[in-house]
């Protein structure tokens, strides 16, 4: 979408600097209230018949230590799983009857418990999350259920390609410390936890000052916190037990290569330590994950001046080679670290060439940078913010703020930092971060092209490819 009425040769369309679209102008009322346990309940009300209400806790995988890992994502499927005062049969009917969804999601520093009720149930939906956070019976019958399920998605790895990457990208970049192990923990000792590490998992960690409840949609701030006081009445709102593993993870650069001859394509992962959520530079490094944003061979890889490409580095490049059928920008920031790279897949040919596009092109940042591509990726940003018209997005984007910037963040805000960002901050940023960098590189499928050369140093000359063709040895 053009934002300015100007002709589209004068600066492209774009606003004057520092201008904001003006419908961004303007955001929607944030409710936000404290419990007497400590409980933080906030609303944000949009037109629609639907409500999307959500439980927040600050616990996650990052909590655990190495006899427990995968103890947070066992408690998210089990807390449905029964209550004192309902069956999880009455748990499930009682859903049903509503009309409304249920999901869980464990991540690394939160988990999320959600109901997608229409707008006149959102307090019974309070009622049926705040049930299950607080009187959950940890019946080990069940956990042996969700254990064997688990077990299952493990099974199931290495047919999700992009998923088990992100993991292994994680484990490459923070081998020493927590939040670099897998969300869903380790198989082999997943089957070892018993109810007692699950129970004790949710008495240190789901506290009234650990939890978040979020509700959008057609909602009503006073009706949703009266519903929370009953609901979560029980909780204390704080525990003598120190949080686990609070110490800032450090970064690591490595070379890690999962050779699998049996695999017809490659999965190749190349990121770089990046600034935390709560960093200056963080709306910069989203503007980043804009500009080169996403690549799919059926939808990209057409005629060298398909506007999809011509202003894009990365589709350019990755259009030169025919097996190359997907590329992800990722921008995995967390309360106190962050990640940034590229996630490509494509035939095993192209090994040497993937890795080195991923390298590449944040190189190439550190010394030049259109204005286009700002342009573009800040008018992608303005679309996704006046896009969040729907009740779960928004819920998302508001808990995923408070759980690792620590506050609600409003869209006329984001909107004007990432105005007042040009080519030259940004290219300033890639010189800083990228340029004679030490990236993390992953690979993983048939790579015997690239497992035998054993030298970090082989690779990370790549980021230097712009001083001589000598800094480019990984370049088909």
């Given at each position: ?95 049903d ?53 688990v ?51 949710h ?34 709102q ?23 001859d ?45 506007p ?79 896009g ?21 963040v ?28 030490e ?26 490819g ?7 040895s990984?370049?088909?």
């Amino acid at each position: 979408m053009q934002f300015s009425k100007a002709p589209i040769m004068k600066d492209y369309g774009e606003l004057p600097f520092g201008e904001i679209p003006e419908p961004l102008k303007y955001s929607r009322p944030f409710l936000e209230s404290k419990l007497s346990n400590g409980v933080t309940v906030c609303s944000e009300k949009i037109a629609g018949a639907t409500a999307h209400v959500s439980v927040y806790v600050k616990a996650g995988s990052r909590h655990e230590d190495l006899t427990t890992t995968g103890t947070s994502y066992l408690l998210s499927h089990l807390l449905a799983r029964g209550t004192t005062n309902r069956s999880k049969t009455e748990f499930a009917q009682e859903c049903d009857n509503m009309g409304a969804v249920y999901e869980s999601k464990a991540d690394r520093e939160w988990t999320r418990y959600s109901l997608q009720a229409f707008g006149g149930d959102a307090g019974r939906a309070v009622g049926l999350l705040g049930d299950i956070i607080s009187n959950s019976t940890f019946n080990s019958g069940e956990l042996e259920l969700v254990k064997e399920e688990v077990s299952r998605e493990h099974e199931a790895n290495h047919t999700r390609y992009a998923e088990t990457m992100l993991e292994n990208i994680h484990f490459n970049s923070y081998r020493d410390h927590m939040i670099g192990q897998p969300i869903k923990g380790d198989r082999d000792l997943t089957a070892t936890l018993g109810i007692d590490h699950v129970r004790n998992f949710h008495a240190n960690n789901y506290y009234g000052d650990n939890i978040v409840v979020v509700a959008t949609g057609d909602v009503n701030q006073d009706d949703i916190v009266e519903a929370a006081e009953q609901a979560f009445a029980s909780l204390p709102q704080s525990v003598s037990v120190e949080t686990a593993n609070s110490n800032t993870p450090v970064y690591h650069p490595m070379l890690m290569m999962i050779r699998d001859d049996e695999m017809i394509n490659t999965n190749v992962g190349v990121f770089y330590d990046a600034p935390s959520a709560r960093d200056p530079d963080y709306w910069a490094f989203r503007l980043f994950q804009k500009m080169l944003g996403n690549y799919r061979i059926d939808e990209h890889a057409g005629h060298i001046n398909d506007p999809q490409k011509q202003y894009n580095v990365i589709h350019t490049l990755l259009g030169e080679y025919p097996d190359v059928t997907r590329a992800d920008c990722h921008y995995l920031a967390y309360s106190d670290c962050g990640l940034w790279g590229n996630y490509l897949y494509g035939n095993e040919v192209f090994t040497r060439g993937m890795n080195w596009t991923a390298c590449h092109v944040p190189t190439v940042y550190g010394h030049y940078v259109t204005q286009v591509e700002v342009i573009r990726a800040r008018n992608r940003m303005y679309n996704d913010m006046m896009g969040f018209e729907d009740a779960r997005s928004l819920n998302e984007d508001i808990g995923n703020q408070i759980m690792t910037i620590g506050r609600r963040v409003p869209r006329s805000e984001v909107a004007t930092r990432i105005a007042n960002l040009d080519a030259y901050h940004m290219k300033k940023l890639a010189n800083v971060y990228f340029y004679d960098a030490e990236p993390c590189w992953t690979n993983w499928g048939p790579i015997e092209q690239v497992s035998v050369v054993g030298s970090y140093k082989y690779f990370k000359g790549n980021t230097m490819g712009t001083v001589t063709s000598m800094h480019q040895s990984l370049h088909d």
